[in-house]
């Protein structure tokens, strides 16, 4: 059957070797290798709108460097048909998504990008696997018939492994790697993208079993380390757990056996991958990328079973190692012709263009050193050799949003042992949930263990939390900027225990820890100038805490807190502006026993530190210096040749003991406080999380878009209003009823005759103001020619011109007013009755005033 097959392909390569301009069209569409692929991809075409605008050219229609390059093709395989019957057919010519017979090399279109994430081979296999959900191949062990292009596979995010390992190809070039196209074969779950057996890369590598650390060689000439004393019923219970837990990895090794059955297409299910040589990009060893998962492998890896071909945008090699053994002893030099076959003879290569452009540059410095105009050329290409024609793909561009949604649909998940991990697209979920891994405890995956989930652009500045369903704890890590410092909090529900971490630089009092239980507390310092690094306080119990504030319902808040404490202690840095045995290193404040123990640091060359221990006086002696006793303190001092403290000094330090355990207690208090404050601030940042959208995003820029629009329409809308409210007569006698949109017969009358009657009061007032303004001007015209008439005989001619003016001026403007008020007075009835017929005419008024 694979005879017959192979000669009725070999008849219809034949049909075409040689056809016409006039021919192709009517040609190329009838010489298919076969049916496409998946007939989902089929519905794919009939879905995009206007393909046949969009698509150039060469999409639909081969130029006649392709058709030549396809008879040399289909003459290979023929020729590669005979000389090696045992072997499959080679992948050569797929057809395109127009269902033209395409050269694999043409489909290669090297893309240079300007996002910096993709300048990296590790930036461009995340976001191809990440991008394109996998279209497992339809019969597995046949090579795939078609091959669409970069641009169709970016619009639809639909990809076989073909198909994926062109656009990752593709970007590799463009990033100046040494990438190739590997078509071969590869294990089932290699194939099918199946995961559900390895382990997740978030949980770090397995535990290796019988792995310890190098014990260092004995040296006899070492003190013999003391007999460790252990129970045999703890090593017995430890043996039985251990053996317990090998049992139950054995169970599932056994499962795993069961669900890793032998596959029968074991070495036959194609596929296809990347090859990355060594000598460019710094790429010290050849490596594979496989385009479904982006992970690296060796060349040796298990996984890969045997190479067929492999091509890049320049040529086409084909393997003639043994795969025997899968693909660890093979070679990848590709210009080794004795390994690898071209299908092109002296065409060019990635190392022969570098050659030439080396030379290139040799010949112009000759150039110029021997100032010649010409020179001709010392290695000429070899006439007749045929070069790889242009890619027919058209530019392959990546936006932005792209790379921001990334997965199909803006989610994906993926399925490991025991684990499930999901992303999503940033902004997707109300939350800033950007990604969340579920660890179980069975291979079934029913049983969870613990949650772990991460956020974006929270104003609360959430970045990850772990739930465990083991020991029911919640871990909350968040970025730095939150109130009160918070990095880390971690709090068991059964306990409730918080653990927190906060971030010294942020704080005043240099926190960098606090761990809070019902029972104790303990804070950890950085950076204090008093040099206090540690502090730990224990509580009394609750029934003894009870029996306590029953006892003391009459003190006040302060005093119940001091009752409630049981041991504070407190330890320092060296201070060394301070003698050893002046310097504290730790106190310890036993509230219940009334006493206070103080430890100072080591002395240089002592192995015995000095301390003091005081005894509190009663409460009602605790201000009388005076009835301080010696044997209140008991001291040890290592010097003994030092002269004892005096009782003075002894009793001024008992009162600043005292005073620093009211102020820790204080602390204490304060921290707690603190401590409740948190945790009602979480529950109220949980009931409405809110989202901060940078403007620098796709996402960000449409929110800030809409967000300025918004606001346009908002003021436009305000402006308008203003403008509405300022032509309303009604709208300042509306603002005293709440300016209601309906109003009642009796408000509507009342309005009515109060706009009239205000309508009249401003008219009158303003004819009082031109009346007060005419008789004003008339004064003092009068005032002024009663002076005229008593000093005329004595005026010069100056003042004389000077009263003229006057007089004009005065009499111009008395004949203004005089006019202005006769025109007012005409005015005013006109006025009124418009205003009476607009109020009549108001919709608002109208119906009332009607009846």
């Known amino acids: 059957m694979e005879a017959v097959a192979e000669s009725e392909g070999q008849e219809e390569v034949r049909k075409v070797e040689t056809p016409t301009e006039e021919e192709e069209d009517d040609e190329e569409p009838t010489t298919l290798e076969g049916p496409r692929c998946v007939p989902a991809r089929e519905e794919l075409l009939l879905t995009l709108d206007n393909a046949d605008k969009l698509c150039p050219e060469s999409y639909w229609r081969n130029s006649p460097n392709e058709v030549r390059l396809m008879a040399v093709a289909d003459s290979f395989q023929r020729q590669y048909a005979h000389l090696c019957p045992d072997r499959r057919p080679l992948l050569l010519c797929p057809t395109n998504e127009w269902g033209v017979r395409k050269f694999v090399s043409t489909t290669l279109r090297p893309a240079a990008t300007d996002h910096p994430e993709l300048f990296t081979w590790q930036g461009c296999a995340s976001f191809v696997a990440d991008f394109l959900s996998l279209e497992p191949l339809e019969p597995p062990e046949n090579l795939p018939r078609s091959l669409f292009s970069s641009t169709l596979v970016l619009q639809s995010q639909r990809a076989t492994c073909l198909e994926a390992s062109t656009l990752l190809c593709s970007l590799l070039l463009g990033a100046n790697y040494d990438a190739y196209c590997v078509s071969g074969y590869a ?214 949003e792209d790379l921001e949604t990334r997965w199909p649909g803006r989610q994906k998940t993926t399925r490991y042992r025991k684990a499930t991990l999901e992303h999503f697209a940033p902004h997707l979920n109300p939350d800033g949930l950007v990604r969340r891994l579920t660890t179980y405890e069975d291979l079934a995956c029913t049983e969870e263990v613990a949650v772990r989930s991460w956020y974006q652009h929270r104003d609360d500045h959430l970045q990850e939390t772990e739930v465990n369903e083991v020991d029911n704890s919640t871990t909350q890590c968040f970025t730095p900027g939150r109130t009160f410092g918070v990095l880390f909090h971690r709090f068991w529900s059964r306990s409730e225990k918080h653990d927190m971490r906060f971030s010294g630089a942020a704080r005043v009092d240099g926190l960098v820890r606090r761990t809070l239980s019902p029972e104790e507390m303990t804070e950890t310092f950085e950076g204090r100038k008093d040099f206090l690094f540690h502090r730990h306080a224990v509580f009394l119990q609750d029934g003894r805490a009870s029996t306590s504030e029953s006892d003391s319902d009459s003190d006040s808040d302060s005093d119940e807190e001091e009752q409630l404490l049981q ?90 003991l005292i005073k620093d355990e009211k102020e820790a207690s204080l602390q204490i208090k304060m921290s707690r406080k603190e401590v409740e404050d948190i945790l009602s601030r979480r529950e109220t940042e949980e009931q409405s999380v809110g989202l901060h959208f940078s403007p620098w995003t796709t996402s960000g820029a449409a929110q800030a878009r809409s967000r300025r629009q918004e606001m346009e329409r908002q003021a436009e809308e305000e402006q308008t209003w203003l403008q509405e409210r300022k032509t309303d007569v009604l709208a300042p006698l509306l603002i005293p009823l709440g300016d209601p949109e309906a109003l009642s017969a009796e408000d509507a009358r009342r309005l009515y005759l109060q706009c009239l009657a205000e309508s009249k009061w401003r008219l009158l007032e303003k004819a009082e103001l031109i009346q007060q303004r005419f008789e004003q001007e008339t004064q003092e015209l009068q005032r002024k020619q009663q002076w005229y008439q008593k000093n005329q005989l004595h005026m010069a001619l100056l003042e004389r011109e000077e009263y003229q003016k006057y007089c004009a001026e005065k009499t111009l403007r008395i004949s203004v007013a005089k006019k202005r008020l006769s025109m007012h007075v005409k005015a005013a009835p006109l006025e009124c009755q418009k205003l009476d017929e607009r109020l009549r005419n108001d919709p608002r008024l109208a119906p009332h005033l009607l009846t």
């Open 567 to 656: 041991e504070v202690l407190e330890r320092f840095h060296r201070d060394r502006s301070k003698p050893a045995h002046a310097d504290v290193a730790q106190r310890v404040f036993l509230l219940a026993e009334g006493r206070i123990e103080v430890t100072y640091h080591l002395e240089d060359h002592r192995c015995v530190a000095s301390r003091r221990s005081f005894v509190k006086p009663l409460q009602s002696k605790r201000s009388k210096a005076e009835d301080f006793r010696r044997d209140m303190v008991s001291s040890f001092q290592v010097d003994a040749s030092e002269e004892p403290l005096k009782n003075l000094i002894l009793s001024q330090m008992l009162e600043d």
């Open 187 to 400: 294990s089932k779950d290699t194939c099918l993208l199946d995961r559900s057996l390895l382990r997740c890369p978030l949980l770090g590598a397995p535990p290796q079993a019988g792995t310890s650390e190098q014990e260092p060689p004995e040296n006899k000439y070492l003190v013999k380390p003391a007999t460790e004393l252990r129970s045999r019923f703890v090593a017995q219970q430890e043996e039985e757990k251990k053996k317990r837990e090998a049992e139950a990895a054995s169970l599932e090794e056994q499962q795993e056996g069961e669900r890793r059955a032998d596959d029968p297409l074991r070495g036959l299910r194609v596929h296809c991958w990347v090859l990355v040589l060594s000598g460019s990009r710094d790429v010290q060893q050849n490596f594979f990328i496989d385009p479904l998962t982006g992970d690296s492998h060796a060349p040796d890896d298990q996984r890969f079973l045997g190479v067929e071909s492999a091509w890049n945008h320049l040529n086409y090699y084909v393997n003639m190692q043994d795969c025997s053994s899968g693909c660890a002893d093979m070679a990848f030099d590709l210009e080794d012709p004795s390994r690898w076959e071209p299908l092109l003879y002296g065409a060019l290569s990635r190392r022969t263009l570098a050659l030439c452009v080396c030379r290139k540059k040799e010949r112009e410095m000759m150039s110029r050193l021997l100032k010649k105009e010409e020179q001709e050329e010392e290695d000429g290409e070899e006439p007749g050799v045929l070069e790889m024609p242009r890619s027919w793909v058209s530019y392959i561009d990546i936006s932005k």
